[in-house]
């Protein structure tokens, strides 16, 4: 079956450590983003990927990093540069943009990861 | 999401019908979607609208305004199920067929018997 994949989906981790949440697709989309989500708040987004080794930083890109060595995954690592780590973390892809001035393809997302920092 | 606004919380009648509205920015917009959101799990794409009008798929609508950055999504005939936050989403062009989602803080429906 096609889908996102996020592991796991509950994830506890102590102030000061780094940690990094996974995020794979087997639907061959070519565009990965990272949201988090608080409560009472929308999603909110930390970093995108277009293609293969190429991001660009979201509204809230500070105490985060990506990777894209593949296509199939976009790996986020929480710092402990991160202020407030405690969220839920959804991963989304979808394909390419149709064309030019063409409306974009919706985004799926995978299940969340609920990360708790303390 | 800064630009986008929708009602925080509404509660309807099952078998009623419901709609949610959502104003938008209206610079760079390219198109207006809609997700549904149970609690605690991932959202799931409903509807998208890109020109003015109504887009229908069963006994949900989405309308689109671009004159005036608005959209409504319409529930019919409630079902218990329906039960769940609904975000409004605005796409705009990050340029090189970049889109980027600006999502509004979600309504949370509330269905009573």
């Known amino acids: 079956d096609g889908g996102i994949t996020q592991s796991p989906k509950y994830l506890f981790r102590k102030e000061g450590q780094n940690v990094t949440l996974s995020c794979e697709q087997n639907l061959n989309h070519d565009a990965m983003y990272w949201y988090r989500q608080d409560p009472g708040q929308g999603l909110r987004l930390i970093y995108y990927?277009?293609?293969?080794?190429?991001?660009q930083k979201g509204d809230i890109a500070e105490g985060y990093s990506v990777s894209r060595e593949k296509k199939e995954s976009f790996p986020l690592t929480v710092t402990s540069a991160q202020k407030n780590p405690t969220a839920f973390y959804l991963c989304a892809s979808r394909l390419r943009g149709r064309g030019p001035e063409q409306p974009p393809y919706e985004q799926y997302f995978g299940p969340g990861t609920r990360l708790t920092v303390t | 999401g800064q630009n986008i606004d929708q009602p925080t919380e509404m509660t309807a009648t099952e078998g009623a019908i419901v709609q949610i509205n959502c104003t938008y920015q209206t610079s760079g917009f390219n198109g207006l979607f809609w997700y549904q959101q149970h609690a605690g799990e991932a959202p799931t794409f409903l509807s998208y609208n890109v020109l003015d009008g109504l887009e229908e798929k069963g006994r949900f609508s989405s309308f689109l305004s671009r004159s005036k950055g608005y959209s409504y999504l319409l529930l019919k005939e409630l079902q218990m199920k329906d039960s769940a936050s609904y975000l409004c989403a605005e796409s705009k062009d990050s340029g090189a067929g970049s889109y980027q989602l600006t999502f509004g803080k979600g309504t949370k429906l509330s269905v009573i018997p």
């Open positions: 990927s277009q293609i293969v080794n190429d991001f």
